[in-house]
């Protein structure tokens, strides 16, 4: 290939910031690969290391389907094309369907922008909506008695109330300055006016070029002229280049050391049951996991990388147990994705340092129970429940009576030992005094970059920040690729629910969504009575 050569990189709707292997046989059997396509970061970082070091790669074009990723995830993609661009490689992004926000921050780390002719930006400009059911509940009949340490707790809050507290507005609205930011300083780097571009709204292609969103208007098919010489016509694949790039003729005998990262993402349980289920991190599995890597001589450390809101406090002290026992054996570095919360922050608490992105949800270090009360609904349609009881409280967690005073003080109680034992977890693992965290938790969340001057985080960065920080603890060079930062799967994880499961699980979650019955619904069919989980978290768009 001759020099002046291009790179074509799709992204696929769904950005992940690291893909988890799967067994060598869904290569054959449809049924264990994954319905959804995604594309990671992880994937493009490795692509990045290559391309900055090849002398024949003169640009790449990047093509940007409006996609589904958290803040975080998209700070590490800009990261990259931000890395090829002070490579001195052109980044060229073209948007077939224009965009929204997040699009709009990512066009910042680009030399070049061009736009489908009929596409445009909108609507500009962040919001957070948060959907308050009380209304609802109360024409149904239903009650919640809710015990949350303490004000910033407010996981339960749109069940209880019918609008948002000031506290949710608080933290709310500090979410969203430290995302504005970022995306005002993008709109100033591609010269924008910000304040006019959110006042519009909306902008089509050629407004989006006249207030210097864009560079141009053009279709795919004219790309290649645009950027390519002589008899050449189409661009090179980008992850087919990558495939070459790594290509090896030959495997060494012993298996290198390497630095293994955990995958720990979604909602923490007990245990998910017999069958794999996306979505949920279970004690369990994540207990042998972190055993394997503290036998495995190989493994010179671990990078927790934490997506998770929380869930069960009982799951989570579990998993906090196995990860403080593997920090006294070898490094223990925790990166949070997009959401690294409550239960998700008390995993990481023994790590010897935590990475964040700037835009990362994190903290929530507070503890929340509820309890439902059904009677009235039970007795509007005709149903009557009656109790034989031996002991005064036997039945204090039924929801189909309300809780007498003498109960409200045990949850009361419950949830401050529950509060003040968190505490102390992080305040240990911070290496401060309770103190000192305890104004810094209440239940509040933080985005990555409060958390960092709060030193609830200790470094802004991506992934590869965290593998760097393994190694250096470990002795060797902070970019000693021989010591590779390796996804480590379960037996039963290599094995992904098929289709009809997945599908089935995504119809509950849109049908979640839609209601805004997240946390209700997990209260309803869990025996936990105690969560470290974060807020309701508004959607930020």
Same mark, same amino acid.
């Given at each position: $290939?001759?020099?002046?050569?291009?790179?074509?990189?799709?992204?696929?709707?769904?950005?992940?910031?690291?893909?988890?292997? /799967?067994?060598?046989? /869904?290569?054959? &059997?449809?049924?264990?690969?994954?319905?959804?396509?995604?594309?990671?970061?992880?994937?493009?970082?490795?692509?990045?290391?290559?391309?900055?070091?090849?002398?024949?790669?003169?640009?790449?074009?990047?093509?940007?389907?409006? !996609?589904?990723?958290?803040?975080?995830?998209?700070?590490?993609?800009?990261?990259?094309?931000?890395?090829?661009?002070?490579?001195?490689? =052109?980044?060229?992004?073209?948007?077939?369907?224009?965009?929204?926000?997040?699009?709009?921050?990512?066009?910042?780390?680009?030399?070049?922008?061009?736009?489908?002719?009929?596409?445009? !930006?909108?609507?500009?400009?962040?919001?957070?909506?948060?959907?308050?059911?009380?209304?609802? @509940?109360? +024409?149904?009949?239903?009650?919640?008695?809710?015990?949350? =340490?303490?004000?910033?707790?407010?996981?339960?809050?749109?069940?209880?109330?019918?609008? $948002?507290?000031?506290?949710?507005?608080?933290?709310?609205?500090?979410?969203?300055?430290?995302?504005?930011?970022? *995306?005002?300083?993008?709109?100033?780097?591609?010269?924008?006016?910000?304040?006019?571009?959110?006042?519009?709204?909306?902008?089509?292609?050629?407004?989006?070029?006249?207030?210097?969103?864009?560079?141009?208007?053009?279709?795919?098919?004219? *790309?290649?002229?645009?950027?390519?010489?002589?008899?050449?016509?189409?661009?090179?694949?980008?992850?087919?280049?990558?495939?070459?790039?790594?290509?090896?003729?030959?495997?060494?005998?012993?298996?290198?050391?390497?630095?293994?990262? *955990?995958?720990?993402?979604?909602?923490?349980?007990?245990?998910?049951?017999?069958?794999?289920?996306?979505?949920?991190?279970?004690?369990?599995? $994540?207990?042998?996991? @972190?055993? =394997?890597?503290?036998?495995?001589?190989?493994?010179?450390?671990?990078?927790?990388?934490?997506?998770?809101?929380?869930?069960?406090?009982?799951?989570?002290?579990?998993?906090?147990?196995?990860?403080?026992? @593997?920090? %006294?054996?070898?490094?223990?570095?925790?990166? !949070?994705?997009?959401?690294?919360?409550?239960?998700?922050?008390?995993?990481?608490?023994?790590?010897?340092?935590?990475?964040?992105?700037?835009?990362?949800?994190?903290?929530?270090?507070?503890?929340?129970?509820?309890?439902? #009360?059904?009677?009235?609904?039970?007795?509007?349609?005709?149903?009557?429940?009656?109790?034989?009881?031996?002991?005064?409280?036997?039945? $204090?967690?039924?929801?189909?009576?309300?809780?007498?005073?003498?109960?409200?003080?045990? @949850?009361?109680?419950?949830?401050?030992?529950?509060?003040?034992?968190?505490?102390?977890?992080?305040? /240990?693992?911070? +290496?401060?005094?309770?103190?000192?965290?305890?104004? &810094?938790?209440?239940?509040?969340?933080?985005?990555?970059?409060?958390?960092?001057? %709060?030193?609830?985080?200790? #470094? *802004?960065?991506?992934?590869?920040?965290?593998?760097?920080?393994?190694?250096?603890?470990?002795?060797?060079?902070?970019?000693?690729?021989?010591?590779?930062?390796?996804?480590?799967?379960?037996?039963?994880?290599?094995?992904?629910?098929?289709?009809?499961?997945?599908?089935?699980?995504?119809?509950?979650?849109?049908?979640?969504?839609?209601?805004?019955?997240?946390?209700? #619904?997990? &209260?309803?069919?869990?025996?936990?009575?105690?969560?470290?989980?974060?807020?309701? &978290?508004?959607?930020?768009?």
């Amino acid at each position: $290939m001759r020099r002046g050569s291009w790179l074509e990189l799709r992204l696929e709707r769904r950005i992940v910031p690291f893909n988890v292997p /799967s067994t060598p046989f /869904s290569r054959w &059997l449809p049924n264990l690969r994954s319905p959804v396509k995604r594309t990671s970061v992880q994937a493009i970082r490795r692509l990045v290391d290559y391309v900055v070091d090849d002398p024949v790669v003169k640009g790449v074009v990047v093509h940007v389907q409006q !996609f589904q990723a958290g803040w975080a995830t998209v700070a590490g993609l800009y990261r990259e094309l931000q890395r090829l661009k002070d490579a001195n490689k =052109r980044v060229v992004v073209w948007l077939p369907e224009g965009g929204g926000n997040r699009e709009l921050y990512l066009c910042s780390a680009a030399s070049e922008v061009w736009i489908s002719p009929q596409a445009g !930006f909108g609507p500009i400009g962040l919001v957070a909506t948060v959907q308050y059911l009380r209304p609802v @509940l109360d +024409k149904l009949g239903i009650e919640l008695h809710v015990e949350a =340490r303490h004000e910033f707790k407010t996981a339960m809050e749109p069940y209880v109330r019918d609008s $948002m507290s000031s506290s949710q507005r608080e933290q709310t609205g500090a979410l969203l300055d430290t995302i504005d930011h970022r *995306l005002r300083d993008a709109l100033a780097n591609r010269g924008a006016d910000a304040d006019a571009v959110m006042a519009a709204g909306m902008l089509s292609g050629k407004m989006a070029v006249d207030a210097k969103l864009a560079d141009g208007l053009c279709y795919e098919d004219e *790309l290649a002229p645009k950027f390519l010489e002589g008899r050449k016509s189409t661009f090179a694949d980008a992850f087919q280049r990558l495939r070459m790039y790594q290509s090896v003729w030959w495997r060494p005998v012993r298996r290198p050391k390497y630095v293994a990262v *955990l995958d720990v993402r979604g909602t923490i349980v007990q245990s998910r049951g017999s069958r794999p289920s996306r979505g949920l991190v279970d004690a369990e599995s $994540m207990a042998r996991k @972190l055993r =394997r890597i503290r036998k495995d001589k190989r493994a010179i450390g671990a990078v927790l990388a934490i997506t998770s809101p929380g869930g069960s406090a009982l799951a989570s002290d579990l998993i906090h147990r196995e990860v403080a026992t @593997l920090a %006294k054996e070898k490094p223990v570095v925790a990166w !949070f994705g997009d959401v690294a919360a409550s239960g998700g922050y008390y995993i990481a608490a023994p790590a010897s340092s935590i990475v964040a992105e700037s835009t990362t949800i994190t903290g929530s270090i507070g503890v929340i129970m509820a309890r439902p #009360v059904v009677e009235s609904a039970l007795n509007k349609i005709g149903i009557v429940t009656e109790r034989v009881r031996r002991s005064p409280h036997g039945d $204090m967690l039924s929801s189909s009576r309300p809780l007498d005073a003498a109960e409200v003080e045990i @949850l009361q109680r419950e949830a401050d030992s529950y509060y003040e034992s968190f505490v102390k977890v992080v305040a /240990s693992g911070r +290496k401060r005094t309770y103190d000192e965290v305890e104004p &810094l938790a209440r239940g509040r969340v933080w985005s990555g970059a409060d958390a960092e001057s %709060k030193g609830l985080v200790d #470094v *802004l960065g991506g992934l590869e920040v965290a593998i760097a920080q393994v190694r250096t603890q470990h002795g060797a060079a902070a970019d000693d690729l021989s010591i590779p930062g390796l996804v480590v799967p379960t037996p039963r994880e290599r094995i992904a629910a098929p289709w009809p499961e997945e599908s089935k699980a995504q119809v509950q979650s849109l049908l979640a969504d839609a209601l805004g019955l997240h946390e209700l #619904v997990a &209260l309803a069919q869990g025996r936990e009575h105690h969560w470290y989980i974060a807020p309701g &978290l508004p959607t930020i768009e």
